[in-house]
């Protein structure tokens, strides 16, 4: 397949009318191919052989047409005066699917004794994703992508599920040979919700449209060469290179435009009924307003009314048009209602009209030749997004060049260096924080609020005027109490990054003979990143000006010797020695201004209230060193049974002294029986077996304690013990693999499976475990135990049909992963993974799956149903008739893991249209929603309103005939009865009424991930133009959530890559992306 | 020849990275941060971590002017319903306690007898401010890790400890400590509550031991008669000079934690509670200006229904004083000592004076420490609500009520003198009914970090609820 569209590319423009071109397909022996497929270059016109070997296609003289088989050599033939063209195919032992594996050696995929899966370029590049991650989402079995719907945020790449537990779980990343630093940057109150930007994985910085292929390892013994970072699996990525060009020029360009905006289905649905209060607390009619107006007459007490303007939630009094009151946008001197009434109604615009269209144009050019001697490409790609919050905007220009010279016949040199630089502005704020405009909008709002006057007053004033201002009575009734208004944060409150980056690697390879090749290569990646945070005066929060300064590089040196022999007929080894050396920096500064800024928008440290002190400010340079030695021998025998054999030995400056070196073998064989049973329905059959360590080591500084610098205090210094205790008596964490699997292509290869089945043992667990604060710290660096992860990946593919001018593919991925807590280190007897807010703690303790929520439980009745308070039982009158909860904390109330994930990827051509979609699956894992844990007891949600089973408005008191009867029973098991009150914020579905349990939501879902429909102009077409080749595509990213459980939300929308899963706050919704894509060469 | 070629490069190679396991080490010490530091840089640390918890009013950290109803909440009346687990309220307060004080002095207290070095003064300051934050931590939950706390990756999860036993220990290192306060080095300045003034640090200890006697009357009064004798004739605080308090700075981090809930957050969470208004209302009290603000006009008084929602602009304000940023932490003072013998003396434990002596000193001592007229302090005394003789009730009573109304801003100590004298009468919480906790429960991590011994405890204080008593607590 991979062949047929290289061919594709390998195309020339002569001028010819169009024929029936027919002919016969056969192979070696005279035997004629069935299904072998014949496509003209550079179109999508194709068919494909009959039982007699035997096709018909419409060509122009001078069209070439490609043949290809599976297994066997494809061919190119020209269309020349004859109307018939036959052509016999040689069976392939060399070409076959050449794929990359580990280190960058090329392998033919048969032989391969482990998983690995393939994507195509086009597959990545052709429907847009800013973060090239996302678009591998769905497309690889057992590759679980994971992105928060965040303008240029991180994406989570776990590959068969959390192995390494608290460590780095991310999959190593490689470009061509150069390992890519893939860190977020986050910082853990980002991670675990408690504020701040996602500014993105290291991996965004590769740029979709210079990718030729992806491929996948995902077991350890596929990865086992890579060393310490392979533990997690391996993304190897092949950009494109310069190619024969015949029949082009070689420049491409490629340009796509996208405009998004939020799928409703992921944001809130406010209810229109009641607006701004906590209940009947305060003054006036109802106790539901504020009278502290100076026009408030108490005479009139229904008159003059002032909105409580100061309270974040929306259990005030019921909207009347014909109640004329103050509202925020009533109190603000420089308007013309200043001092008048206003009818209080429901807005036009709630907050979801905040959100914009987003737009994205990604524009890239390059230009490549090759011949026998020198290959080059030279790429340039600009991507500008805007996203869907006010005031916010990336910016990335990517250039690219690989080139490479064979010197004589032995040296070849290779070379090549990306420089991406990425400026954003405005990046979106996160979790439980004000920056976070979601954490208001999901949480703590009034629906009394028209967003649209929130941006008048901003457009129009430029101050701070929030809906949220305290109001009269106050002695500061413009200042916002809790909430800004959210236009001013977002253009006064803003973020900006700049990141340069450069990576790439030079190589050299001499073959000293045909069997003995040396191999050499420096391969670098660094970026300098700076990150500037703002908040200015007049926010609620303290003002601050806040910076980081990241530099990052990794050198990686390889030396490869490898020999390759035939030695005798059938039996051939291919061999290799290697050393590597990873050289690692980090050079990280971050500050932060201290008790506010002095001036309003200046922000850099002159500017901050006091002096910095060690509380302000951060440094860490380390450097990591990791130097490994390898060898790999794999026989291969009548192409027919193959055997490797790898091993490494690594040593860590990480690792304390005595223990710095770890060894790692693997070994794996395979069968191709399908050489062995003569069937003729079965093109390819093979039986893979592997086992594989690999070893994995730390961050520097976790084996030497030192001490905390605090801020000097009355003229002393002060030192501290820092919270996790470092270790000298750490060791490396082990992985142990064990994968079988199958491939088998059947019916001249329209239908066909790999299927891997996996056991993965990390013991050792190098890990900063959650202890006991009364131990004297809060984590402890140990060998910390150990987990298994058990799967089965399933990858089919089929062509359900194949005619002469319509072909359907189809692609199927799935992959089922369990997790288990073998052991835990002694003393200990759970494993936290983070302590979030609402009371809710993930980790696991043995036996159960990692990542496990626990938190309060409802209290069940033997007969399965809900207990629920009554006037009898119940602690007070404000718990009557809500859900009884556990006291304790430790409850079993979720699990992070999805029971299976899978996509599902169709692809129809029809003459010169292709239409295909993605669809991406994940059934079952949990989410604790801080959201619905807050929101819920705010009374913004739709359901909060309403009537009950009585007819009346739930909202009226008790008294009054309010109130809901919930679904459960009393003490004696008899069906609740009972109503609770529905008129204030401590009702029986929010954070003050309701177990964490009522929060837990199943994240399964079922999307439409992407959608192409494309058209490719005809030759017949092209010839009058200056083109090579032309494509135009309608394209869609995440258009339509089939299937959700979640509400008001994506169920995708965590906070951060990393091991903290399965906990919401200040979701972002879903964005349906929807454009064009132009492809043209030259 | 080839093969030599290779053996050359491999050879080059591996001398290129030719590092040694020693300099690899190098790589993985942290040239930012120090591995050696003294007792006094620790020292200092610890003490004002344990000053600012203490202090704190922040949500996440301490709710004990909540808990003593001398406060409540405006908008988000959570904490005042004792919603403990929301915020992790009990985990934040556990974990400053244990790691940021205790550890840190243990740690102190290892440098400093290091080389021989024991039973120095160094060595008593420490342990003396060990034993306050021990008795802070068994006050808070009941049973608590102590043996086998602070033991880093040795014991991660440690048993808890019976709380009465723990108190009968701590007695037993505070006297050890007294005995070594004036031998050998001290802290020096490093001691930012008295510089190293030895004859304070004994008061400071006696007067601990007084307070650690104090807890134990109704339980164990003849190990409280001999624990509060031995402390008067080793002699307590006799005047407010003595306090153990600290000032603090006017800029972050080292401002009064108080200013940076009340002003730097521009926020207005915090009222007073109607529970300390009505009663100061009633009995007339003059330190009612010094306490609040009149902006409800003067004389005005009216605090917020404890534990309900509550506007700010219609009741009255939290004092002037406690918005500045350098306002004084205290951790004990001479007010506290005199109503601790006030009880003495009522319990019949022989420590001189009369329970109507201490009493009126101490009233007198809080009426000056917050700058009330030695005039208006006097009528007051005078006024038959407020005298010993004529105050209406039983002892615990009278001196309950004072010794509340004195203890505004130390939250921790008026929540422990409702438990201790049944007196004042609190609120019920508003929003959720709920009665005045007895103690926190225990932190939700040790219900999953520590289980098996969270457990065991949790049974033998009579289950982890805010509802079971600490063992000094009997009525």
């Known amino acids: 397949m991979i062949l047929t569209l290289f061919m594709a590319f390998v195309v020339q423009l002569t001028f010819a009318q169009q024929r029936t071109i027919s002919g016969t397909v056969t192979d070696e022996n005279g035997l004629p191919l069935l299904g072998a497929t014949v496509v003209i270059s550079g179109s999508s016109t194709g068919t494909s052989t009959d039982f007699d070997g035997n096709y018909k296609i419409n060509a122009n003289t001078g069209d070439v047409l490609s043949f290809s088989y599976v297994g066997y050599q494809g061919q190119n033939i020209t269309v020349g005066t004859s109307n018939t063209v036959n052509v016999t195919l040689q069976l392939d032992n060399t070409l076959d699917e050449v794929v990359v594996t580990a280190l960058g050696i090329k392998r033919n995929k048969k032989a391969l004794g482990y998983a690995q899966q393939g994507v195509g370029g086009d597959d990545i590049a052709d429907v847009k994703s800013t973060n090239i991650m996302d678009a591998l989402s769905g497309e690889v079995s057992g590759l679980d992508i994971q992105s928060y719907n965040q303008m240029g945020g991180s994406a989570n790449i776990v590959v068969r599920g959390y192995s390494s537990l608290m460590g780095n779980n991310q999959a190593l990343i490689v470009v061509d040979g150069t390992p890519i630093v893939n860190e977020t940057g986050s910082t853990t109150d980002q991670k675990t919700g408690r504020g701040g930007y996602s500014y993105g994985n290291g991996a965004i910085d590769v740029n979709p449209d210079d990718v030729a292929d992806v491929s996948v390892l995902k077991g350890a013994a596929a990865t086992a060469l890579y060393g310490s970072r392979a533990s997690n699996g391996v993304i190897l990525i092949t950009t494109k290179k310069g190619k024969d060009t015949s029949g082009g020029i070689g420049i491409s360009f490629n340009s796509s435009h996208m405009i998004g905006t939020a799928d409703k289905e992921t944001l809130p649905k406010y209810q229109k009924g009641y607006g701004a209060g906590y209940g009947p607390y305060y003054d006036g009619p109802g106790k539901r307003w504020n009278i502290d107006h100076p026009n408030y007459d108490a005479t009139n007490p229904s008159e003059n009314l002032t909105v409580l303007t100061g309270e974040d939630a929306s259990y005030g009094p019921a909207f009347d048009p014909n109640l004329n009151v103050y509202q925020w946008f009533n109190l603000i001197p420089e308007w013309g209602n200043y001092n008048q009434t206003s009818p209080y109604v429901a807005p036009n615009s709630t907050a979801n009209d905040f959100l914009k269209a987003s737009t994205t144009f990604i524009n890239s050019l390059s230009f490549g030749k090759s011949n026998d001697k020198t290959t080059f490409r030279a790429g340039y790609t600009n991507m500008k997004q805007e996203g869907i919050l006010p005031n916010s905007e990336i910016n990335r220009n990517t250039f690219t060049f690989n080139g490479s010279q064979k010197f004589g016949d032995k040296l070849t040199v290779y070379g090549s260096i990306t420089y991406t630089k990425t400026e954003g502005l405005g990046r979106y704020g996160t979790g439980y924080d004000g920056r976070n405009p979601f954490q208001s909008f999901r949480q703590w709002w009034q629906v009394n609020v028209d967003i649209l006057q929130q941006k008048a007053a901003f457009d129009q004033t430029g101050k701070n005027y929030s809906w949220n201002m305290y109001g009269p009575g106050y002695s500061n009734p413009l200042q916002p109490h809790y909430f800004d208004n959210p236009y001013w944060d977002r253009y006064r409150n803003y973020s900006t990054d700049d990141r340069n980056r450069y990576f790439g690697n030079a190589s050299l390879d001499y073959a000293f003979t045909d069997e003995l090749n040396l191999f050499g290569r420096w391969a670098y990646d660094s970026y300098n990143e700076v990150q500037e945070e703002r908040i200015d005066i007049g926010a609620v929060d303290v003002a601050e000006y806040r910076m980081r300064n990241n530099i990052v590089s990794e050198m990686n040196y390889d030396l490869i010797l490898s020999y390759q022999k035939d030695l005798n007929d059938k039996l051939n080894l291919d061999a290799l020695v290697g050393w590597s050396l990873r050289v690692q920096k980090w050079d990280r500064f971050s500050g932060v201004t201290n008790g506010g800024l002095n001036f309003p928008g200046i922000f850099n440290f002159d500017n901050s209230a006091n002096f910095l002190t060690p509380e302000d400010t951060y440094n860490y340079d380390a450097t990591k060193k990791v130097d490994g030695l390898y060898a790999r021998a794999s026989f291969g025998y009548d192409n027919t049974y193959y055997l490797e054999g790898t091993f490494r030995t690594d040593r860590s400056s990480a690792l304390p002294k005595a223990n710095n070196r770890y060894n790692y073998p693997s070994i794996s064989g395979t069968i191709i029986f399908s050489k062995l049973i003569d069937v003729e329905w079965l093109n390819f059959g093979k039986v893979r077996a592997n086992y594989a360590q690999v070893g994995n080591d730390l961050d520097p500084y976790n084996v030497f304690r030192t001490y905390g610098i605090g801020a000097g205090f009355d003229g002393n210094a002060l030192a501290s013990n820092p919270n996790t205790l470092n270790n000298i008596d750490l060791k490396a964490e082990t992985t142990t693999e064990q994968e079988i699997g199958m491939e088998i292509q059947l019916f001249d290869s329209r239908f066909g499976f790999d299927v891997s089945l996996y056991n993965r043992t990390t013991k050792d667990l190098l890990t900063p475990l959650d202890v006991s604060n009364s131990s004297g710290f809060s984590s402890i660096w140990l060998n910390g135990g150990s987990v298994e992860n058990k799967g089965i990946e399933v990858f089919v593919n089929a062509t359900p049909i194949r005619k002469d001018d319509f072909t359907w593919d189809v692609k199927v991925n799935f992959a089922k992963n369990k997790s288990k807590v073998l052991s835990l280190a002694e003393g200990l007897d759970f494993l936290q993974q983070a302590s979030v807010q609402g009371g809710v703690t993930i980790g696991a303790t043995v036996g159960e799956p990692y990542g496990v929520i626990r938190g309060r439980d409802f209290i069940y009745h033997e007969n399965g149903g809900r207990e629920i308070y009554t006037v009898d039982d119940a602690p007070s009158s404000s718990w009557v008739g809500v859900y009884k909860r556990t006291s304790a904390s430790n409850h079993v109330i979720g699990d992070i893991n999805p029971d299976w994930t899978g996509g599902v990827k169709n692809v129809f051509k029809y003459k010169n249209f292709d239409l295909s979609f993605l669809i991406d699956i994940q059934k079952g894992g949990d989410v604790f929603s801080l959201d619905t844990w807050y929101g819920y007891a705010t009374g913004i949600y739709d359901f909060t309103v309403g009537t009950n089973d009585l007819g009346n408005p739930i909202r009226n008191s008790l008294a009054d005939g309010g109130g809901v009867i919930l679904d459960g029973v009393n003490a004696d098991g008899s069906k609740n009865t009972t109503r609770a009150r529905t008129d204030l914020y401590t009702n029986p579905w929010g954070y003050a009424r309701t177990p964490n349990a009522a929060h837990v939501y199943d994240a399964s879902f079922v999307k439409l991930r992407e959608l192409k429909l494309g058209y490719s102009l005809p030759e017949r077409l092209l010839k009058f133009s200056p083109f090579h080749r032309l494509s135009v595509a309608l394209i869609g990213r995440n258009l339509w959530i089939i299937h959700k459980n979640t509400p008001y939300t994506d169920p995708e929308s965590g906070l951060s890559s990393g091991n903290v899963q399965g906990y919401q706050s200040g979701a972002y919704p879903s964005v349906k992306e929807i454009g064009l894509n132009l492809k043209v060469e030259f | ?475």
């Open chain 2, 1 to 475: 020849m080839i093969k030599k070629k290779i053996l050359i490069l491999f050879a080059v190679s591996l001398l290129f990275s030719g590092c040694s396991n020693e300099d690899y080490e190098e790589l993985n010490r942290d040239p930012n941060y120090p591995t050696q530091v003294s007792a006094e840089q620790l020292f200092t640390s610890a003490t004002k971590s344990l000053f600012d918890q203490i202090e704190s009013t922040n949500v996440n950290q301490n709710v004990f002017r909540l808990f003593a109803q001398y406060w409540t909440e405006t908008t988000y009346v959570d904490e005042a319903n004792y919603d403990l687990t929301n915020r992790r309220i009990p985990e934040n307060h556990w974990s400053e306690l244990y790691r940021d004080v205790l550890f840190d002095l243990a740690d102190a207290k290892t440098i400093a007898t290091a080389n021989g070095n024991e039973n120095s003064t160094k060595e008593g300051q420490i342990s003396i401010l060990e034993v306050y934050a021990w008795q802070i931590l068994v006050d808070t939950f009941g049973d608590v890790p102590y043996n086998e706390a602070l033991k880093g990756k040795e014991i991660k999860s440690p048993k808890y400890d019976n709380a009465a036993t723990i108190y009968t220990d701590l007695i037993a290192r505070l006297n050890n400590a007294l005995s070594m306060l004036g031998t050998g080095e001290n802290l020096g300045d490093s001691d930012i509550i008295y510089k190293s003034d030895v004859n304070k640090w004994k008061k400071f200890g006696n007067s601990l031991k007084l307070k650690l006697g104090a807890r134990l009357t109704d339980v164990n009064l003849a190990l409280a008669t001999t624990t509060i004798t031995e402390a008067v004739n080793a002699g307590v605080f006799t005047s407010s000079d003595d306090d153990a308090k600290i000032s603090y700075e006017g800029s972050t981090p080292n401002t009064n934690p108080i200013w940076i809930a009340l002003v730097q957050s521009g926020r207005n969470d915090f009222i007073p509670a109607n529970t300390i208004t009505d009663h100061m209302n009633t009995l007339n009290d003059p330190r009612r200006p010094m306490y609040f603000k009149q902006n409800l006009g003067v004389g005005v008084y009216t605090g917020g229904i404890y534990g309900k929602q509550s506007s700010f602009s219609s009741h009255t304000h939290i004092g002037e004083l406690l918005h500045d940023p350098t306002y004084k932490g205290v951790l004990l003072d001479y007010v506290e000592v005199k109503f601790n013998l006030a009880e003495a003396v009522e319990q019949g434990i022989a420590v001189g004076g009369t329970a109507k002596e201490h009493y009126t000193d101490a009233i007198n001592t809080s009426m000056t420490d917050w700058g009330v007229s030695a005039t208006d302090a006097a009528t007051y005394l005078a006024s038959t609500t407020v005298d010993y003789d004529t105050a209406a009730g039983t002892w615990k009573e009278k001196i309950g009520m004072q010794y509340w109304l004195a203890m505004y801003n130390r939250g921790f100590e008026g929540w422990y003198v409702y438990r201790k004298f049944d007196a004042p009468t609190f609120n019920t919480a508003f929003g959720s009914g709920f009665p005045v906790p007895k103690r926190y429960t225990y932190p939700t991590n040790e219900q999953s970090l520590n289980e098996a011994n969270w457990e065991t405890a949790s049974t033998a204080i009579g289950g982890d609820e805010q509802q079971s008593k600490i063992f000094w607590d009997v009525n």
